[in-house]
C-alpha cells in the first residue's frame, strides 16, 4: 500500500541529487562486485536473491488490496470475503491455469505479542490459522503485509526479543530516526545484537502460521521518499538472511517505486522489486485503475528490461487489474494491453478485483496458457521500438521470439515490424496467441492496425540473420549548448559525459548535427536516465516536434530506447529540450538503419507548446501525468483564453481523427475550430484535473498546414494536454 504522489518529483533538485550521489559512492564498489558474482554464480545466486528457490518464476495470485481502495476496506480484509476470494480462485479456474498466491494486503494485523512479533486483526480474522489452513487445502498460498522498523509501541514497552537476553531499546538507531518511507516506526540498527535474532524470531512465528509470502512494503531508498538517511537495504538484507534460516519457501516482494541504484541490494535479497507506484486511483478516480496508469508502465519498464530473470527475481508491474467489468476502469481492449505488457515483462500477475466475479471476458484473457507461457518463459522482454507504437521482443534462444505490438493512441494505428530491427530477415511463421491462430509466413515485415490503446502478441519463428546496421555514435560532448544546458562527467555514461537542465524554458536546449548519405527515415536511440516521468521535446530539422515520454528509477543508470526520424541527406539538426518541463538527463545518441525504417504517420501537438491567449497564456506547467510533462489551464471563460495549433501539416486534404487528451472535474466544453470555420462544441466529463483522459473526433483537414483553435467563449474549458492527428485514410 502506498499513497500516491506527483509524478517525476522525486530528486529533482541539486542538493538532493548530491545526496544521492554521495550514498551512491559508499555503495558502487560493493554493488559492482555483487553484480559480478551474481553473473558469475547461478548457484550463490539463487542460494541468496532467490530465496529458498522460490523464484524461478513470476507468481500468479490475488492480492486484496486494490479492492482495499474503492470499497471499504472492512469488506475485503476479513476472514469471510478472503475464504470467499480463496474458494473463487479454485472453482473459477484460476487454480488449474496456475495462480495460487492469497495475499492479505496492509489490515490483517491487530496487536503484538509479548515478544514485539505483530499478530493478526482478531477482530476480522477470528479463526485466522484455520483460515491459512483453509487456504493450503484449496492448493493455495498466503501473503502478509509487513512495514520496515520497529514498532513505537514495542519500542516504548521495551519488549523482549524472543530466545535472546535484549530488548526493543538495545537495537534502535539512536538518536531514534523513522523507519520508513512512510514515517511508521523507528529504525533498526543491524549492527547492533538482538537485531537480526528480533527479525528471525518474527520470520519463524509466521513461518510456523504456514506463511508463504512477505510483501515488505515503503522500502527506501524509493518508495518516493527523497529523505535518503532513510535506508532499508538493511531490513531487507536480514529479512531475506531471516526467511532462509527459518527453513520455509517463503516468497519476498519489495515495494514500492524502488531507486534502481541499490538494483543489486534488491536482487541479491528479494524474489521481486516494485518499479513503480500504486496503479491504482486511490480515489483519483471511481474504479480500481485507469489507462494513464497502465501507461505510465511502459515509460518505466524501459529503463528496469536487463534488470529481470531467474537468477535476480522479477520486475513487479502492481497489480493486474482485469476482469471485474466496469470497476476495472479499463477497458476490454486496454485489459488485453495490459496483460500483454505483463506478461512480456514475465511481471509477478497479481489480480486485484473480486475473483468472485470475474468477467467471462477476464477469464477469457486468464486462461488464455499461451500467454502465461510468455510471462512464465524466463525470457524477460526487451523494447526494441519506443515511442507511441512499441514494440516488446523476447528471444528465446531456439530461433523464436515473442514479439508484443501496442497502441498508445486513443485512435485505431498501424504500427509495423521490419524483422531486421529485430536481427532477422523474416518470419517462417507467426502465431497470433491472443487468438490461436497461425498467420503464416512474412518476409521483410509485419504490419497489422491496432485498435486504440490496443496490443497484439505473437510467436515467431525466425529465418535468416540480419547484420547489425550500421551505426554512428553522438556522445553528449559532441551536441552544442544553448541556455543552461550543461555538459557534466558521468562515470556510469558510455560517453563519459551527460547533458543535463535541458529544459524548463525554450531556450535550455541541446542540438547534435547528423550527417547522413541518404534521404529517409532511421533509428535514432536515446540513452537517457531519470528518476520518474520525464519528457523530451524532440525536433528534426524545424520539422514537426517529436514528443518522447520516459521514466525510470535512476537518475545515474543510462537507459536506451529507440525511435524512428526522418533526415535529410547531408548534415540534419536534431534538437533535444523541454520549453515547460523537465526532460531526462541524457547521454548519446545512436543513428542506424538503411533510411528506409517504418515511419508511423501520426503526429502529437502539445498543447503547451502551441499558441496560448489570454489566461491560457501563462498557465503552461508542470503535470506529472501528462504528455510533454505539462499541460495547459485556465483556458475558455472569455474570448480571449485560447490554445492554437498554428501548424498542423498533413499530406492529403481528407478526414482526419484527432485525439484530445484533456483533464476536467465534471462537466466542461471545448469549442474546437478549424482553419476558422464554425467551431464545434465538445461536451465532456471526468473526474480529475490531474490524470489526462482521451476522447476522439473526426476533423476536416486540407493539405499542408492547418490551424485547429480550442477555446470556450463564455464558460471554462478542460485542460488541454495534448492533441494527436491520425495517418490519413486509418479508419
Known sequence: MATTLPLGTRCVSEPCKSRRRL???????????????????????????????????????????????????????NEQNILAQSDAMRSSGLGAHGFRYINLDAGWSGDSDAYGRTLWNTTEFPHFLDM?????????????????????????????IYGTQYHAQDIAVMPLTIGNGFGYGYKIDFTKPGAQEYINSIVNLYASWGIDFIKMDSVTPGSYNDNLNIDNIPDV?????????????????????????????????????????DVECEGDCPNLTEWQRILLRFYDLIGWENA??????????????????????????EQQTAMTLWAMANAPLSLGGDLTKLTSYGKKLLFNDEVLAVDQSGHPAKQVTGGFTPIWVSNLGNGSYYVAIFNLNAFPTRVTVDWKDLGFLGAFGIRDLWNH????????????????????????????????????????????LFGSAQLSPCSTCASGNKLTYLGIGAANYAIFNVTVKKAGVYRME?????????????????????TLNLSGGSSNLPFPTTIPVRLNKGTNSIQFGNPTSYPPDMDRILISGDGNEPYPGFTVYEAENATLGG???????????????????????????????????????????????????????????????????????????????????????????????????????????????SPPRMF
Open 132 to 160: 491459512i489452513q483453509h487456504i493450503h487445502a484449496n492448493g493455495q498460498k498466503v501473503g502478509i503485509y509487513l512495514l520496515p522498523g520497529l514498532g513505537t509501541s514495542v519500542y516504548s514497552s521495551n519488549l523482549p
Open 308 to 333: 529481470s530473470g531467474p537468477t535476480v527475481g522479477w520486475n513487479d508491474l502492481d497489480s493486474l487489474e482485469v476482469g471485474n467489468g466496469t470497476t476495472d476502469g479499463i477497458t476490454d481492449t
Open 615 to 725: 489566461a491560457a497564456a501563462s498557465s503552461a506547467g508542470f503535470c506529472g501525468n501528462c504528455s510533454g510533462l505539462a499541460s495547459v489551464g485556465n483556458l475558455g471563460g472569455n474570448p480571449q483564453s485560447t490554445v492554437t495549433f498554428n501548424d498542423v501539416n498533413v499530406p492529403v486534404t481528407g478526414t482526419y481523427q484527432m485525439e484530445i487528451d484533456y483533464m476536467t472535474q465534471g462537466q466542461r466544453s471545448f469549442f474546437v475550430s478549424v482553419n476558422g470555420n464554425t467551431a464545434q462544441e465538445l461536451d465532456l466529463n471526468g473526474y480529475s484535473f490531474g490524470t489526462p483522459t482521451s476522447t476522439v473526433i473526426q476533423v476536416q483537414l486540407h493539405s499542408g498546414s492547418n490551424q485547429i483553435e480550442f477555446s470556450n467563449p463564455s464558460n471554462y474549458a478542460p485542460n488541454l494536454d495534448s492533441i494527436i492527428i
Open 437 to 480: 491462430a497461425e498467420l503464416g509466413p512474412s518476409f521483410q515485415s509485419f504490419a497489422d492496425v491496432l485498435p486504440g490503446h490496443g496490443a497484439h502478441l505473437f510467436r515467431v519463428t525466425a529465418a535468416g540473420h540480419s547484420p547489425a546496421p550500421p551505426t554512428q555514435i553522438y556522445g553528449a560532448e559532441t551536441a552544442t
Open 237 to 277: 538484507q536480514a529479512m531475506s538472511k531471516a526467511i532462509q534460516q527459518s527453513g520455509r519457501p517463503i516468497w519476498l516482494t519489495l515495494s514500492w517505486a524502488l531507486d534502481e541504484d541499490y538494483l543489486s541490494d534488491w536482487q541479491q535479497n528479494s524474489n521481486a522489486r516494485r518499479i513503480e507506484g
Open 23 to 77: 550514498l551512491l559512492q559508499k555503495r558502487h564498489l560493493r554493488s559492482l562486485v555483487a553484480a559480478f558474482l551474481l553473473a558469475l554464480s547461478f548457484s550463490a545466486v539463487s542460494a541468496v536473491a532467490q530465496v529458498n528457490g522460490l523464484g524461478a518464476k513470476p507468481y500468479l495470485g490475488w492480492s486484496t488490496y486494490s479492492e482495499q481502495t474503492i470499497v471499504p476496506s472492512s469488506t475485503v480484509m
Open 526 to 546: 536515446v540513452d537517457s536516465m531519470t528518476t520518474g516521468t520525464r519528457s523530451f521535446i524532440i525536433n528534426v530539422n524545424d520539422g514537426p516536434d517529436i
